[in-house]
């Protein structure tokens, strides 16, 4: 299994590492606090999945990504 801030990639590889249950960020982000974490949603049955972006204080709120996200090549494993 990976370890703390392991180079992945892509974003495909990124958000598969989130479907095992992993958190990842991006290295060329400025706030090493922050992390992506992959949720399901509250329904019964097939609930969508939601992807939030999350600090070391606990909060989580819904992630916005941005075409330099997705097409960066930098993400990593933060922590499970």
Not at 27 to 55: H, V
């Amino acid at each position: 299994f990976p370890s703390h801030d392991t180079q992945m990639g892509g974003f495909g590889d990124a958000l598969a590492m989130m479907r095992q249950g992993y958190n990842v960020r991006r290295d060329g982000w400025e706030d090493k606090t922050r992390f992506l974490q992959l949720k399901k949603g509250k329904f019964q049955g097939n609930a969508p999945e939601y992807i939030y972006m999350c600090s070391d204080k606990s909060v989580c709120l819904p992630w916005i990504s941005s075409q330099t996200d997705l097409l960066s090549n930098d993400w990593e494993v933060a922590h499970k």
